[in-house]
C-alpha cells in the first residue's frame, strides 16, 4: 500500500464548476498536509497547507482535513482552465525531519 | 527575490557517465532536499539537509547517489556511473526553518536523461 494515494485521474470538470480532489495517508501520527500545483514541464508549486482537522480557505481553494479517517481533500471553486495542471498531495514526515510523502498526483483538466 | 535555482535545467548522459547536479537554495533557508521524479509520478525524497549536516538520507537509491552541502547553503548530488533508470527530474527544494510546518519551495528541477 502507498502512503499518500490519489486517484491519477484524469479528472474533466467544466469552467466555472467546482473540482474536488481527495488524497488518504496511511501514517497516522503525520502532522502536516499540503496541495502542491503542477504544470507539465514544471516544478510543483504550493498551494495549500492544513495542520488540523476541518477546513482552510484561502481565496477559491479550500483544504480540508480529516485525520480519524486519514483523508484530505482540495476543492477548488469557480474552476477555470488556467486550473488545469496535476494536483499533488503532499504529507509531512512526523519524525523530526520533515522530508514530504507525495502522492502520484491527479491531473485536472478544465474544460472551457 | 529569488527563489531556487537549480543547474543545469537539462542534462544528457551515457550510461556510465558520472553527473553532478546544483542547487542554490534560497538565501538564509536552513533545509534543503533533494527529490525524484519520474515521468507520472510524484516527487520521491532522496535527501535532507540541515545546514551542512545530512540528516537523512534514506532516499538515496543506491550508493551510486552522492549529496553534499559542505558551506550549508548550495547542495550538489552527484549520481556515479549513470544507469538508464536514474532518468529523472531532480528536484532541489529549501524552507525556512527545521519545522514540519515550513513551506518547502521547489526549484526548477534538472531533467536527466541517461542514454
Known amino acids: 500500500q502507498k502512503e499518500v494515494e490519489q486517484n491519477s485521474g484524469p479528472l474533466s470538470v467544466p469552467e466555472g464548476a467546482i473540482a474536488s480532489l481527495n488524497c488518504t495517508y496511511s501514517d497516522r501520527g503525520s502532522q502536516s498536509f499540503f496541495w502542491y500545483r503542477q504544470y507539465s514541464g514544471k516544478s510543483p508549486e504550493l498551494i495549500m497547507s492544513i495542520y488540523s482537522n476541518g477546513d482552510k480557505e484561502d481565496g477559491r481553494f479550500t483544504a480540508q482535513l480529516n485525520k480519524a479517517s486519514q483523508y484530505v481533500s482540495l476543492l477548488i471553486r469557480d474552476s477555470q482552465p488556467s486550473d488545469s495542471a496535476t494536483y499533488l498531495c503532499a504529507v509531512g514526515s512526523n519524525f523530526g525531519n520533515e522530508k514530504l510523502t507525495f502522492g502520484t498526483g491527479t491531473r485536472l483538466t478544465i474544460i472551457p | 527575490g529569488a527563489g531556487v535555482s537549480q543547474s543545469p535545467r537539462y542534462k544528457v548522459a551515457k550510461r556510465g557517465q558520472d553527473v553532478a547536479l546544483r542547487c542554490d537554495p534560497i538565501s538564509g533557508h536552513v533545509s534543503l532536499f533533494w527529490y525524484q521524479q519520474a515521468l507520472g509520478q510524484g516527487p520521491e525524497f532522496l535527501t535532507y539537509f540541515q545546514n551542512e549536516a545530512q540528516l537523512d538520507k534514506s532516499g538515496l537509491p543506491s550508493d551510486r547517489f552522492f549529496a553534499e552541502r559542505p558551506e550549508g547553503s548550495v547542495s550538489t548530488l552527484k549520481i556515479q556511473r549513470t544507469q538508464q533508470e536514474d532518468s529523472a527530474v531532480y528536484l532541489c527544494?529549501?524552507?525556512?526553518?527545521?519545522?514540519?510546518?515550513?513551506?518547502?519551495?521547489f526549484g526548477p528541477g534538472t531533467r536527466l536523461l541517461v542514454l
Open positions: 527544494a529549501s524552507s525556512l526553518e527545521r519545522l514540519a510546518q515550513e513551506t518547502q519551495y
